[in-house]
């Protein structure tokens, strides 16, 4: 069975909350690795097609593990993967998202050079583009903990720490999901500067995290971001006044993500 989750309405702390804690110490039979694969610009097709190659792996190992154990077998540890990436222009629709918060048609999409595509995620609309971080767990969560409103709090966190490197100060609004910025209750102009969606079957994940380093944002003017109406979307670049080296920021980025997951990132070729 898989489980969907909203890019946009999964419940979080209340922003005075504090945030969630990493994992705890690996305990036996659990492999805390994360393979990483640098990907670079890689068209959606191509990454999607990877995330459900890896996540058919996981589930097929954890099958003959499940069957191992019940004849007394030894199992096999699963394994872990972060897939970091951007992607040409592309929005993406979640499978409880609205076709009409896409404001483009066919000649629109094709004028600015960008592609649309429904996926198995849940959520309404976003959209990827050149200048934007994403990030792809293929995480066994049995390695980790069992659940995922944590694991979502701690995607938020290392990105939340990973702009605190910057000075910029970031957190989350309750109700929604993502990191936002000025995200305190009754803040005048808040803005969101990372979205999630993900999907998890038998407790392994797929999709993940899109942050706004030097995204042009005028492409959000052709959606309704995740369906939200009154909120305002930003990047980096956007916040300190100058273009900041995707590559810097997916390097103080790794660090947080090792430590929020109690985990080691290994580099493998892409």
């Known amino acids: 069975m898989s489980t969907i989750f909203s890019t946009c309405a999964i419940p979080n702390p209340a922003p005075k909350a504090q945030p969630a804690a990493g994992a705890a110490p690996a305990s036996a039979g659990q ?80 004028a600015y050079g960008a592609t649309f595509h429904r996926i198995n995620r849940g959520g309404d609309i976003t959209f990827h583009g050149p200048g934007q971080l994403v990030g792809y767990p293929i995480f066994d969560l049995d390695n980790f903990f ?62 993940g995290f899109a942050l706004n380093v030097n995204t042009d944002l005028s492409y959000f003017g052709h959606i309704v971001p995740c369906g939200i109406t009154d909120k305002a979307v930003t990047s980096l670049q956007h916040e300190l006044g100058h273009v900041v080296p995707l590559i810097e920021v997916q390097e103080r980025l790794m660090p947080h993500f090792a430590a929020l997951f109690a985990s080691d990132l290994i580099s493998v070729s892409s």
């Open 31 to 110: 492999n805390r690795q994360v393979l990483v694969r640098l990907l670079g610009r890689v068209d959606y097709e191509s990454a999607w097609e990877l995330q459900e190659q890896l996540l058919a792996e996981t589930l097929a190992l954890k099958t003959r593990n499940r069957l191992a154990a019940e004849s007394g077998e030894p199992s096999v540890a699963t394994l872990n993967h972060l897939l970091l990436c951007e992607h040409p222009p592309v929005y993406t629709l979640g499978k409880s998202g609205k076709p009409e918060h896409l404001l483009l048609d066919d000649a629109g999409l094709a």
């Open 146 to 207: 069992t659940d995922i409103h944590r694991y979502l709090r701690l995607l938020e966190e290392a990105v939340i720490l990973t702009l605190a490197d910057y000075g910029v100060r970031a957190g989350r609004i309750a109700g929604l999901t993502g990191v936002w910025l000025d995200f305190e209750e009754g803040a005048s102009n808040p803005r969101k500067i990372c979205a999630l969606g993900v999907k998890c079957s038998r407790w392994v994940t797929m999709h």
